[in-house]
T-cell receptor, first 113, second 112 residues
C-alpha cells in the first residue's frame, strides 16, 4: 500500500472548519483513500473513503486532488468532541486476499474552545 | 457504537500466563481483524480471518494465535505473556471484501 504523510498535529477553533491534509504521492490507480479517527484509547472510528471523486457524508467531506496525490478531510463545524488522532490510509483494492488497513502515526487534531 | 463487541474490557495478568480475548463482529460481517496498539508501536495489524479461514498475517508473534468460529466470533489467544505484551488489543470486522473496517473498543491487557 502507498505511504501517506500527515502533519503530526493541528489546532482548530471550535465551530470552524477543520481541514486535515494528507499526501499520498505514490498512490496507485486501484488504491482508495480512507480516513479514520481515534478518540483517546477508544477503537478507531471509520469516517469516510473515496477513490477519485469527492465524497461527503454526515461526518465529513473528503476532497481528493485530480492527480490523486493528496487529499483533505474537512470537518465542517468542529466541536470539542472532534479532538482525536486522524489517520489517512491508502488501501489497495483486494481481489480476494488480505484487505486490512495499515495505520501510520496520524494527525493529532486539537479543537480549541 | 460500532456494533463490534470485545470482552473483557480490561485484563490484568502475570508474566508467563495465558489469556483469551474475545470478539463478536457486527451482525453479518464475515471478516475479523485483530490489531495491537502499544504506546511505542502504534496500531499494528496482527491477523485477519474471513468466514472461518485465516486470510492474512501481520506482525503476530508465535506465542499468539487466533481463530474464527462457525458463528463468526473470534478469539485471540496470547500465551507465555511478557511485560511487553501490555497493550490495547482491538478487533475489527467488515461485511465483505474491501468494505470499511469497524472497530470495537478494545481490550486493555496489563501484564505485571
Amino acid at each position: 500500500d502507498a505511504k501517506t504523510t500527515q502533519p503530526p498535529s493541528m489546532d482548530c477553533a471550535e465551530g470552524r472548519a477543520a481541514n486535515l491534509p494528507c499526501n499520498h504521492s505514490t498512490i496507485s490507480g486501484n488504491e482508495y483513500v480512507y480516513w479514520y479517527r481515534q478518540i483517546h484509547s477508544q477503537g478507531p472510528q471509520y469516517i469516510i473513503h473515496g477513490l477519485k471523486n469527492n465524497e461527503t457524508n454526515e461526518m465529513a467531506s473528503l476532497i481528493i486532488t485530480e492527480d490523486r496525490k493528496s487529499s483533505t478531510l474537512i470537518l465542517p463545524h468542529a466541536t470539542l468532541r472532534d479532538t482525536a488522532v486522524y489517520y489517512c490510509i491508502v488501501r489497495a483494492y483486494s481481489g480476494g486476499g488480505a484487505d486490512g488497513l495499515t495505520f501510520g502515526k496520524g494527525t493529532h487534531l486539537i479543537i480549541q474552545p | 457504537d460500532s456494533g463490534v463487541t470485545q470482552t473483557p474490557k480490561h485484563l490484568i495478568t502475570a508474566t508467563g500466563q495465558r489469556v483469551t480475548l474475545r470478539c463478536s463482529p457486527r451482525s453479518g460481517d464475515l471478516s475479523v481483524y485483530w490489531y495491537q496498539q502499544s504506546l511505542d508501536q502504534g496500531l499494528q495489524f496482527l491477523i485477519q480471518y474471513y468466514n472461518g479461514e485465516e486470510r492474512a498475517k501481520g506482525n503476530i508473534l508465535e506465542r499468539f494465535s487466533a481463530q474464527q468460529f462457525p458463528d463468526l466470533h473470534s478469539e485471540l489467544n496470547l500465551s507465555s505473556l511478557e511485560l511487553g505484551d501490555s497493550a490495547l488489543y482491538f478487533c475489527a470486522s467488515s461485511a465483505r471484501q474491501n468494505s470499511p473496517l469497524h472497530f470495537g473498543n478494545g481490550t486493555r491487557l496489563t501484564v505485571t
